[in-house]
C-alpha cells in the first residue's frame, strides 16, 4: 500500500496570504489528523477528520481550518498567515476511528511552509 | 501544549552501545508510543504500550511504562549510526474517542559510527 502523501512539500507564502495544504491518507484509512511542528512549540495537534467529519480541534486561532472529502483526502487552510506559521504541517492517518485500544498513527512526509 | 518532558534533550552515543530515553507525562493514558523523525521528515511509528502493560519488546527496542509514576523508557540496543534521529513518545488524549496524539518534547539521539 502507498503511504500517506502530503503535497506540497515545500511552500513559501508571505505574510497575510493564506495556504492550503493537501493529505491523501492510506487508502481505507478513515481517519486523518494534522500537526505543526515548530522549533519552540513542538509538535501540537491541529484537527482530526473521520468520514468527513471533525472530531477533535485542537487550540489554535479561527485562521487554521480543515476538511475531509468523501475518498478521506483532507486539506487543511491557513488564512492571514503569519510569520509564526511557519512550521513542518504533518498529516497522520489510521484506520480506527480512536478511543481507548490502539492508534498507532501513519505519518506523511510533511509540508514544510515558510512565511516571510 | 505538550503532555510532558523527555529527558535528555540530546544523547550522543558511539555505535555499538545502548541508548536509552526518558518520558514523562501529566494524565492518564489508555497507550504511550514511541515515534521516530529523522531530520525534518514525518514521523515513524516504533512500538504501542497499552496502560496495563510493564514491557514491551520489538527487535533491538525495549519499551517500559510505569503508570504509577507517569513515566516511560525507551531503549535501543546496539545502536547504529542509522537510528541517529529525534525521538518522540506520544500519549493518548484518555476519554475522547479520538486518534489525538500529545506528544512530548523529544530526544535528539546521535549515533557516531
Known amino acids: 500500500k502507498a503511504g500517506v502523501t502530503q503535497t506540497p512539500r515545500y511552500l513559501i507564502k508571505t505574510r497575510g496570504q493564506q495556504v492550503t495544504l493537501s493529505c491523501s491518507p492510506i487508502s481505507g484509512h478513515r481517519s486523518v489528523s494534522w500537526y505543526q511542528q515548530t522549533p519552540g512549540q513542538g509538535l501540537q495537534f491541529l484537527f482530526e477528520y473521520f468520514s468527513e467529519t471533525q472530531r477533535n480541534k485542537g487550540n489554535f486561532p479561527g485562521r487554521f481550518s480543515g476538511r475531509q472529502f468523501s475518498n478521506s483526502r483532507s486539506e487543511m487552510n491557513v488564512s492571514t498567515l503569519e510569520l509564526g506559521d511557519s512550521a513542518l504541517y504533518l498529516c497522520?492517518?489510521?484506520?480506527?476511528?480512536?478511543?481507548?485500544?490502539?492508534?498507532?498513527?501513519?505519518f506523511g512526509p510533511g509540508t514544510r511552509l515558510t512565511v516571510l | 501544549s505538550q503532555q510532558g518532558e523527555e529527558d535528555p534533550q540530546a544523547l550522543s552515543i558511539q555505535e555499538g552501545e545502548n541508548a536509552t530515553m526518558n518520558c514523562s507525562y501529566k494524565t492518564s493514558i489508555n497507550n504511550l508510543q514511541w515515534y521516530r523523525q529523522n531530520s525534518g521528515r514525518g514521523l515513524v511509528h516504533l512500538i504501542l504500550?497499552?496502560?496495563?502493560?510493564r514491557e514491551k519488546h520489538s527487535g533491538r527496542l525495549r519499551v517500559t511504562l510505569d503508570t504509577s509514576k507517569k513515566s516511560s523508557s525507551l531503549l535501543i540496543t546496539a545502536s547504529r549510526a542509522a537510528d541517529t534521529a529525534s525521538y518522540f513518545c506520544a500519549t493518548d488524549d484518555y476519554g475522547g474517542a479520538t486518534n489525538k496524539l500529545i506528544f512530548g518534547t523529544g530526544t535528539l539521539l546521535a549515533v557516531q559510527p
Open positions: 497522520a492517518s489510521s484506520p480506527h476511528l480512536g478511543g481507548g485500544g490502539d492508534n498507532e498513527q501513519f
Open positions: 504500550i497499552r496502560s496495563n502493560e
